[in-house]
């Protein structure tokens, strides 16, 4: 097994291969949802080349990175994986909830 793999267990807590192989799948799958959902996005919100990337950038902050949040929900539950990417949510909302207290 190579070394990178038995590293991502640790950290990640895992004990299978397969479970990094389908936690790095969702990684993907979601990613690549996200670079067919944005172009819908900006359709819906009206956007073309000449707007600026002041008004593009905040929007995809606050409407892409949830929806990509989504999608490691979905595909980490299809691949087995939702506690792993449960824990992972709940992490991340506790550290925004201290940002904005």
Known sequence: ????????K???GITSTWQVIAILLTFSLAGLSITRIRPIVWLLFGFTEETSMWIKVPTYILMIFPTYQVMLMIFGTLLGQFKFFWAKEKAMLKFFGRLFK
């Open 1 to 8: 097994m190579p070394a990178w793999i038995d590293r991502l």
């Open 10 to 12: 640790v950290k990640w």
